[in-house]
């Protein structure tokens, strides 16, 4: 299946992509110009320039896919400008899934989290348990919202979609509050322990992206659900297994619930004066979420997706001591694809200039619309804004022509920034 990936280069869905490039799936990533592609590019997959906010470039770039993997999402504690959870987490989901449908898609896995059930009546709480009355964080409100419009849009429109649920999620190179609640330890920047006494559920990232891959290859689950994680700790016994693994005390002091709530409305009011979030990450959603336990029962995602859980040991040892990630190239590719509509101004040596209709491009070379007759081994130089001074000329060989166009492969540099050549 063609496979179109919304948040590719977050948490989960680096560790998503290199799981399905182990696969015959092929895919697609919408990425923003600002977005760090590096890890992507090493996989070879093909890559889009847009954002969930911009509908156009998600119902162009989804264009020819099968399947729908939609992780695009702001996950945070704190934000100045609060409308951002909205903007991406509410009405980037309405783009992705209206474009699905208008695209035709097969199947979507729309990424939610356990955090929009708040604090239900029965813990632990399962997928058929009824949603807590209210949410804990901005964040929490938004995905609720978000995914009611994807509900909505299955019962009134026929959208084929699947959602999961993920708990705390854990493991190597999250950058998000537990990679960073667990290196402030560590790192002994966290002078006083805080909720010692409430109850999370954790899961493995690896998990999270074999239970996604797993639940849009099941046949006959559209409009099935799946919490994904299992393990419930107290926060002190999260705590001990941080300390155990990377052999550093834990703080000695432990702030009482009272106090804690007290210094989240003092330094929530701070970052909104300085633009900083707060101090130990410890904001009034934070704390909001902190207060009470989150006890989610994912176990039928391991009766129906067959996914095994990894223990929160093995998932903070990643964390800490990260292990190598083997590299899978998608298709034996060397660099990932760009897959793009601009029009360049390409120079043959020895012939007039034109202008030709760029299609891809990647840091090995490009493909160009073009009716000119050129041979291949012909030295040709390509141009990507006439606005920018100093922007460099690409150069390269033609190594291949077809009736579409020609395929370029660069012989100097100028082409280590694929998304500013392609973004101007």
Known sequence: MKIFITGSTGFIGTHLVQRLVQTKHEIVCLVRSTSKVEKLEKLG???????????????????????????????????????????????????????????????????????VWGKPAILPFAEDIEVGPERTSDYARSKYEGDLIAWDLMRTKGLPLVMVYPAGVLGSGDTRYSGRYIHDLMQRRMPVLAFTDTVMT??????????????????????????????????????????????????????????????????????????????????????????????????????????????????????????????????????????????????????EQEIVMLKDISRGGLFAETGKSLKEGMNVAAEFSERMEGFPLVKGKVSRKTDRGIAVQFTGGGAENITRLISH
């Open 202 to 351: 954790f899961v493995h990232v690896k998990d999270v992206a074999k239970a996604i891959v797993a639940a849009a290859e099941k046949k006959n689950n559209i409009g099935e659900k799946y919490i994904i994680g299992k393990h419930m700790l107290s926060i002190r016994e999260f705590n001990m297994i941080i300390s155990e693994v990377s052999g550093v005390k834990l703080p000695r002091l432990s702030l009482p619930v009272w106090l804690a709530k007290l210094n989240a409305v003092l330094l929530t009011a701070l970052a909104g004066l300085t633009g900083r979030p707060p101090l130990w990450g410890l904001s009034r959603d934070a704390v909001s979420m902190m207060s009470g336990d989150t006890m989610a029962d994912g176990s039928r995602a391991e009766r129906e997706l067959g996914i095994t859980y990894t223990s929160v040991r093995q998932a903070i040892e990643d964390e800490i001591h990260p292990p190598e990630e083997i590299q899978h190239p998608y298709m034996h590719r060397k660099y990932s694809r760009f897959r793009v509509s601009k029009k360049i101004l390409l120079q043959p040596e020895n012939m």
């Open 45 to 115: 997959v093909t890559l889009v320039l847009g954002d969930v906010t911009d509908k156009k470039s998600v119902l162009e770039g989804m264009r020819g896919c099968d399947w729908v993997m939609n992780l695009a999402n702001v996950y945070t504690f704190w934000e100045r400008d609060r409308s951002i959870y909205w903007k991406v987490n509410v009405e980037g989901t309405r783009n992705v899934m209206e474009s699905a449908l208008e695209n035709k898609v097969k199947k979507v896995v729309h990424v939610s989290s356990v955090a």
